[in-house]
């Protein structure tokens, strides 16, 4: 008999352990865009040759799809917008002012890489939302899972560009139009 109460952790737990061991290489990944060279003052009298790039705590939400989904659904990304078992999902954590960055990508059938990825400005990503309409153009839907949840997809080439939405990618992830 299947116990519910254990069935949410048991997914979230199966869920994060393959999640997490892309870590390493999104902190590799996201790491060259999070530290600056220091201004020379800064280098001569106080010992700093890299700064981070912004002085606050920064929160980064990281997302990895599994093998197979970039090819079919290009430029898009998905959060979580409904959990089977209830609780707060991805989307409204972000939507309610959570999360400052977000790594998105997409794993390689091969080893740890992950390609295409796109570092996302979740403040911009906050604005096109508040700002959305057929007049601007964002493209995005929703999606019921066979196992009860749901995400919203959304297509990256319709966010508006100001303010700009995706901080880096990677040379795959160039995204046309």
Same mark, same amino acid.
């Given at each position: ?7 949410? =952790? ?11 061991? @892309?870590?390493? /290489? %999104?902190r ?5 865009? &999070? ?7 800064l ?8 700064? &981070?790039l ?13 093998? *197979?989904?970039?090819?079919? @659904?290009?430029?898009?990304?998905? %959060?979580?917008s409904?959990?089977?078992? *209830? !609780?707060?999902? /991805?989307?409204?954590? %972000?939507?309610?002012?959570? *999360? ?10 091969? !080893? ?9 400005? &979740? ?13 601007? !153009?964002?493209?995005? *839907?929703? =999606?019921?899972?066979?196992? !009860?949840? =749901? ?10 560009? @100001?303010?700009? &939405? ?12």
């Amino acid at each position: 008999m299947l116990n519910l109460s254990q069935a949410p =952790q048991n997914t979230y737990c199966a869920d994060r352990a393959w999640s997490d061991q @892309y870590i390493p /290489e %999104i902190r590799r990944l996201v790491g060259p865009h &999070l530290l600056k060279p220091a201004p020379e003052d800064l280098d001569t009298k106080q010992a700093t040759d890299l700064m &981070l790039l912004d002085a606050r705590d920064m929160r980064l939400a990281a997302r990895v799809r599994r093998p *197979g989904y970039a090819e079919r @659904y290009p430029n898009e990304i998905t %959060i979580r917008s409904r959990a089977t078992f *209830g !609780g707060e999902t /991805e989307l409204a954590k %972000i939507v309610n002012g959570k *999360g400052d960055w977000m790594f998105y990508g997409h794993a390689s059938a091969r !080893g740890m890489a992950i390609d295409p990825w796109w570092l996302i400005d &979740l403040r911009a990503f906050r604005a096109a939302l508040i700002r959305r309409s057929d007049v601007h !153009g964002l493209r995005y *839907g929703a =999606q019921q899972n066979p196992d !009860g949840t =749901q995400f919203v997809w959304f297509d990256l080439t319709s966010f508006p560009a @100001y303010p700009p &939405l995706v901080v880096a990618q990677s040379a795959s992830a160039v995204m046309a139009a």
